[in-house]
């Protein structure tokens, strides 16, 4: 409500800055609906239409293109910024935490980079008081931004970090708010020297791990690490270094750089796919998988691409296993033509591989050594799903056995530990396609939401 309020305050005079003849364009634009026709309204009427046909669902999406294309005073863009941040999770820093960071922080490490730090703060915080009589006649400004000017930039040494903090509220601001100002503050943005960032992350993380929160490194950008502000509890961003998936049987394969981890396909290499590039912060989405696969087999075309990339990933599937191939179907009839852009259903990964077999190794096998299904979400989540036949819990000859559902219990233990989340499903719930197509529909939609897919874009 927050959130619709604010937009509709902002595009209220939409019809006053366009004409009959563009309001429909200048709606389009935005996300929104198409307004009544010319005939049948003003254009004051036209927009009051269009903003109430707004779903809230579609809300978000207009929001973010208000902030894009919009001219907002900071105040008017902090509070559309805050309402929409609300409606997606977010780590909780609290403000001990908070002042604790302060505290810690010099600031004569923060004003070395000048103006990139203006430009952080003009990003997030309020820095101008609202124009005055005075100020139009060509008074100088009296705000925060003169104050920061003279206290921080001209005078280091007049205002403690602690102090900054409080003259731009950052104590009081919303959680997504501090979070992308502890981003920006070790971000090459603002600070162009990879030592420079570590040093200030090393110092961040000492207090924001007692609240179950750290700055993490996700990606690179020009050589410069990224970082983001994550639960501590959430997958260790890693990034990994030979993606093995959708295997026709267990792969032959052998380190041809062991320095370096480079792993070769000795034989049948139609057996396994090896994608070798770097995971984007965003997670392996299908399109990331897509073009490495158009570029490795030197396709012609996306269109190309598609239809043989997902051919290739279904015939990996367990021909036994009708849930199985279910899942992985439902998943891309469910979606549609947002799958491009959501995280790929990967089939048969493997987590573990041991040139040996399980009655070689003996006690010290590994318990689980490949995944039915992964997902590489953003932020280096990882979500394991799996089906569960009865090769779970029961023998080969079918009988139930407590030590085979201790050993699975056990795998899924351990894959916990190591920081993925674990989804089970049986098999009698994926077995009818009408009603498998309800449940993963409402669960993939819980699940992107739980874990920030942006789905919105898609």
């Given at each position: 409500m927050a959130l619709r309020e604010l937009v509709v305050g902002v595009l209220g005079d939409l019809g006053d800055r366009t004409t009959h003849s563009t309001l429909a364009d200048a709606c389009e634009r935005l996300g929104l609906p198409t307004p009544i026709p010319h005939e049948a309204g003003s254009k004051r009427e036209r927009v009051r239409s269009s903003l109430a046909a707004l779903a809230d669902a579609d809300l978000p999406t207009v929001a973010e293109r208000v902030l894009l294309h919009e001219r907002l005073d900071a105040t008017t863009r902090n509070a559309v910024q805050d309402a929409l941040w609300a409606l997606r999770s977010t780590v909780a820093i609290p403000k001990k935490a908070r002042r604790e960071i302060a505290r810690a922080l010099d600031v004569q490490d923060l004003v070395l980079s000048g103006g990139r730090l203006r430009d952080l703060l003009d990003q997030l915080w309020v820095l101008d008081d609202p124009l005055s009589f005075a100020d139009l006649l060509g008074a100088a400004l009296r705000g925060?931004?003169?104050e920061i000017d003279r206290h921080v930039f001209r005078n280091p040494g007049d205002w403690s970090t602690e102090e900054l903090f409080e003259r731009l509220g950052a104590f009081e601001a919303g959680d997504a708010r501090f979070a992308?100002?502890?981003?920006?503050?070790?971000?090459p943005d603002v600070i162009p020297d990879e030592p420079g960032q570590r040093y200030l992350v090393d110092v961040i993380n000492q207090h924001l791990r007692a609240a179950g929160v750290e700055l993490r490194e996700t990606r690179e950008d020009g050589g410069y690490p990224i970082f983001q502000a994550v639960a501590s509890g959430l997958a260790r961003t890693r990034r990994p270094k030979n993606l093995v998936f959708a295997s026709l049987?267990?792969?032959?394969?052998?380190?041809?750089?062991?320095?370096d981890n480079d792993i070769e396909i000795v034989t049948n290499a139609d057996k396994v796919l090896i994608y070798d590039r770097p995971i984007p912060a965003d997670g392996l989405r299908w399109r990331d998988l897509q073009d490495w696969w158009r570029d490795t087999h030197q396709l012609a075309g996306d269109d190309e691409?598609?239809?043989s990339l997902y051919a290739r990933l279904r015939q990996c599937l367990p021909a036994n296993s009708t849930e199985q191939r279910n899942l992985h179907e439902l998943y891309h009839e469910i979606h549609g033509s947002a799958v491009p852009n959501l995280p790929v259903l990967l089939p048969?990964?493997?987590?573990?591989?041991?040139?040996k077999t399980v009655e070689q190794r003996g006690a010290d096998a590994l318990l689980r050594q490949r995944m039915d299904f992964l997902l590489l979400l953003p932020h280096g989540q990882r979500v394991v799903l799996e089906v569960d036949g009865s090769q779970h819990f029961t023998t080969p000859d079918g009988r139930p056995d407590g030590t085979t559902y201790a050993a699975t219990m056990q795998a899924d233990r351990d894959l916990k530990l190591r920081g993925y989340e674990v989804f089970h499903f049986g098999t009698a719930e994926l077995r009818r396609r009408d009603e498998a197509h309800a449940m993963l529909q409402q669960f993939f939609a819980e699940l992107f939401r739980r874990f920030e897919v942006n789905r919105g874009t898609a």
């Open positions: 925060l931004r003169r992308r100002f502890l981003e920006g503050l070790v971000s049987a267990k792969p032959d394969l052998r380190l041809s750089g062991a320095l691409a598609k239809t048969e990964v493997w987590l573990h591989w041991d040139p």
